[in-house]
Nanobody, 120 residues
Framework: QVQLVESGGGLAQPGGSLRLSCAAS????????MNWVRQAPGKGLEWVAD????????FYADSVKGRFTISRDNTKNTLYLQMNSLKPDDTALYYC?????????????WGEGTLVTVSS
């Protein structure tokens, strides 16, 4: 079955960096777009970024553009999110999600999330 396991969350200071990883299994990783979605405490879900199956097309939310970088290694079935210049507003539970096809088109599986806390 499809499994998405996030890691790399933790406590970071404002201006600091973290790198999230998502290990995928149970499906042909290289055939599907992947996403990062976050949920801040007491708030709704916010899409952060997505990357098409072959990595050629990448999209970001305005709130993270220029600070976060999504990438994937199809040989390792792993999705990444490099987060730089972190702000307290980036504090959230970050989910890795599987797309429904090779490009943008919704999400059908979610991981359990990894918590990122940005605080001094």
């Amino acid at each position: 079955q499809v499994q998405l396991v996030e890691s790399g969350g933790g406590l970071a200071q404002p201006g600091g960096s973290l790198r999230l990883s998502c290990a995928a299994s149970g499906f042909t990783f290289s055939a599907y777009a992947m996403n990062w979605v976050r949920q801040a405490p007491g708030k709704g879900l916010e899409w952060v970024a997505d990357i098409w199956s072959d990595g050629t097309d990448i999209f970001y939310a305005d709130s993270v553009k220029g600070r976060f970088t999504i990438s994937r290694d199809n040989t390792k079935n792993t999705l990444y999110l490099q987060m730089n210049s972190l702000k307290p507003d980036d504090t959230a539970l970050y989910y890795c999600t599987k797309g429904r096809d090779y490009a943008r088109g919704g999400m059908d599986y979610w991981g359990e999330g990894t918590l990122v806390t940005v605080s001094s």
